[in-house]
Every structure is written in C-alpha cells, then in structure tokens.
C-alpha cells in the first residue's frame, strides 16, 4: 500500500514457522478486554504450556481510537483504554515477573510509543496509556531488575501496518518530524525487541 503496509502471516503460521526450526511454539488467544481473570487464565495457561517456566514476557497490547479531541472522549473509552492498555501489562507482569525474580533471570520487554513522551493533538488518550507504559518499565527495571531480570520498552514511531491506513492524515505530520521520514515496519521494531 501508499504506507508501506504488507499483510503479516496468521498465528498458526507463525507457530508453524517457529516449529519447523526446532523451536517450540503454542498459540494462546485471549481478549484482554474480557478482565483480570482472562489476563490471568492466559498466565496460568502460557505457564503450563511451557512447564512453569517463562524466560520472557513481551508486553505489546493497546487499544488505539481514531485520534479525537479531549472533549470528544467519553469516560467509557478512558476506561477501556487504560483496561487494555495498562493494566492487562500491570497484571501479566505481576503474575509472571515474580517466578523470574526469583530464578534470578529473564526479560520484560513493554512495547511503548513516541506518544508516550511526545504530546500530538487529538492522541492525549493514546498517549497517556503509552506514557503509563513508559513508567511502568522504570518502575519495573527498578523492582526486579535488581534480581536479574532486564526490562526495557520499545518505543517505535508510527508504524506501516494494516491499521495505519486509517490513520495517514495524522501520521503525516509526525513522519515529517522522525529523521527518516518514513513509518517504520513490524520487522524493525520486531528486530529491536530482540
């Protein structure tokens, strides 16, 4: 597309592809909006499916509205955002940092945003979730990270996907301020979580 955007492949695939190298891979769907027993459900579950032992947790979840004025935003999509966005992290890591902790190894990647520290007009929801993110790797790093665990957050600019075709008028201006002046792709931001 105009964006850059080329289609990703299903999980199944995904799994498959990890499968045939030798890896060991299995597909947990979740709807982080259904609440914390979902969120811990997939906890419970992802610990099973590899034997109680999780080496790395990456935090990449968010709801994101059509950018709209402050004023426009109803208490509701505040609410759902903040749900997904930051406590489905706050809580995963909760349940799974600790065993990390106390292993004296792994890592936590969150994955943020350069709204999180750069304000645009019409993105102060999208933007606060993503700073909440931001705060709580620091939070983090500082908690477990004594105990052997690395955290960091990934902050990637705007990205050429599917969904950002909905976006290209506000994505514009932010294009014209990044130094490549180009969104960058799954695989980049991918490449940087590793």
């Known amino acids: 597309t105009e964006l850059g955007w080329a289609p990703t492949v299903g999980f199944d695939e995904v799994v498959a592809r990890i499968e045939s190298t030798g890896g060991r891979a299995v597909y947990l769907p979740v709807d982080f909006a259904a609440g914390p027993e979902a969120i811990a459900e997939l906890a419970t579950a992802a610990n099973a499916a590899v034997g109680g032992r999780i080496d790395i947790l990456i935090n990449n979840v968010a709801t994101l509205a059509q950018p709209a004025p402050t004023a426009d935003v109803t208490a ?3 609410a759902a955002a903040f749900s997904v966005s930051v406590t489905t992290p706050f809580l995963l890591t909760g349940l799974l940092a600790p065993a990390m902790a106390h292993r004296g190894d792994g890592a936590i990647v969150n994955i943020g945003s350069i709204a999180g520290f750069a304000g645009a007009a019409g993105s102060a929801l999208y933007g606060a979730t993503k700073a909440s993110v931001h705060m709580l790797t620091k939070a983090w790093a500082a908690e477990y990270g004594p105990h052997g665990v690395r955290v960091n957050a990934v902050a990637p600019g705007p ?12 994505i514009a201006p932010i294009l014209a301020r990044v130094p490549t002046h180009r969104m960058s792709t799954i695989a980049e931001v991918a490449a940087a979580v590793v």
């Open 159 to 170: 990205i050429a996907t599917e969904r950002s075709e909905e976006f290209a008028d506000g």
């Open 76 to 78: 509701d999509e505040i």
